[in-house]
């Protein structure tokens, strides 16, 4: 089946250590995005891609990273530098409409962060 | 900045009855929204869309209204059904990005 699929599901880190999130697609979508979900909040943008070998970063990209080396995949690497990365992770992807994001994105289930 | 706001963290209706979600946003650049519907441990699914050009779209029980000039949209589902019960979340997109509100909580009670 067709989907978006990320792992792990559930992760815990100690302070100081990186940690890297998959996402892969079989969708053939262009567009590939992450976003962080903490209580009370919307879904926040971290880092997008719209294409193999290029990436944007979102509103909170600091101490994050992302790669881009193939469409299907889009890794997550949370760094230490990263000052609260406890949170709930949501890669999402879509086809790519020109240049604008005006259609719906198709998300994974997941994964959640804790840092101990 | 949140330029995408849902204010009711949470709403409760009885089943059958008309559920009414609000969100409003601040940037007057967004020209397409969408709901999403989001279960405990799953991702977000798409639900429904308007265009910035229409002030309503509708998909069976959903229907989905746009206010400009308030920059206000509103999602409502009738008849709810106990299987509406989840978090919704309220989207907005120009050409770079796509913003989200924080969520409503929708029960449903038999």
């Known amino acids: 089946d067709g989907g978006i699929t990320q792992s792990p599901k559930y992760l815990f880190r100690k302070e100081g250590q990186n940690v890297t999130l998959s996402c892969e697609q079989n969708?053939?979508?262009?567009?590939m995005y992450w976003y962080r979900q903490d209580p009370g909040q919307g879904l926040r943008l971290i880092y997008y891609s719209q294409i193999v070998n290029d990436f944007q970063k979102g509103d909170i990209a600091e101490g994050y990273s992302v790669s881009r080396e193939k469409k299907e995949s889009f890794p997550l690497t949370v760094t230490s530098a990263q000052k609260n990365p406890t949170a709930f992770y949501l890669c999402a992807s879509s086809p790519n409409l020109g240049t604008s994001i005006t259609g719906e994105l198709f998300f994974g289930e997941g994964s959640r962060l804790t840092v101990l | 900045d949140q330029q995408v706001k849902q204010n009711s963290p949470s709403l409760s209706v009885q089943e059958g009855r008309i559920s009414i979600l609000n969100c409003d946003y601040t940037n007057s650049m967004f020209d397409y929204f969408l709901w999403y519907k989001k279960y405990p441990a799953e991702g977000p699914t798409f639900l429904i869309s308007?265009?910035?050009?229409?002030d309503k779209n509708e998909d069976g029980r959903f229907t989905v209204f746009l206010n400009k000039s308030a920059k206000h949209l509103s999602l409502h589902i009738v008849p709810s059904q106990p299987g509406d019960s989840a978090v919704y979340f309220c989207a907005a997109s120009d050409n770079n990005d796509m913003r989200f509100g924080a969520g409503t909580r929708l029960t449903v009670k038999p």
């Open positions: 969708l053939n979508h262009d567009a």
């Open positions: 308007i265009s910035s050009i229409k």
